[in-house]
């Protein structure tokens, strides 16, 4: 059985975006540089989005601020912006942990570090309609 992409549009269209921020970047910029350009892009293409957006805390004593999202795009997808050598398995935790307290479907990972961008989906098995 195959299965649908989840907001397989939405998707295509922000994964353009990447590209074309690594394709001007190249690989050696900064995540601020990075998502400064991405911020620009989405605008250009009408897309709504949040930057740096702060989620709740998650334990009484916790710092409010503590936790920053890159992007939430068009109210339904969480992106995660890198520039260092390797994604690691922390980094698909933190997405997740986002995705959870947001009661977002769908996170991105992207490494701007690569040589070749391979956004990576991160999926919430909590969501909830």
């Known amino acids: 059985m195959k299965q649908e992409l989840i907001y ?14 690594h394709n001007e970047l190249g690989r050696y910029c ?11 892009k989405l605008g250009e293409k ?6 740096e957006k702060i989620i709740p ?8 601020g ?16 890198k520039c260092k050598r390797f994604i690691v398995r922390e980094d698909f935790y933190q997405t997740k942990r986002y995705l959870e307290a947001l009661n977002k479907k769908l996170g991105i990972i992207v490494n701007f570090r690569d040589v ?6 991160v999926l ?3 969501y909830t309609d």
């Open 8 to 21: 397989k549009d939405l998707s295509y269209e922000i994964g353009g975006v990447l590209f074309e921020v």
């Open 30 to 40: 900064n995540e601020k540089q990075c998502c400064d350009l991405i911020e620009k």
């Open 66 to 81: 503590r936790n920053r999202i890159d992007f939430i795009i068009e109210d339904k997808i969480i992106l995660e912006v």
């Open 46 to 51: 009408r897309l709504k989005y949040e930057r």
């Open 57 to 64: 805390t998650s334990f009484n004593g916790e710092r409010t």
């Open 116 to 121: 070749y961008l391979k956004p990576k989906r």
């Open 124 to 126: 919430n098995s909590k």
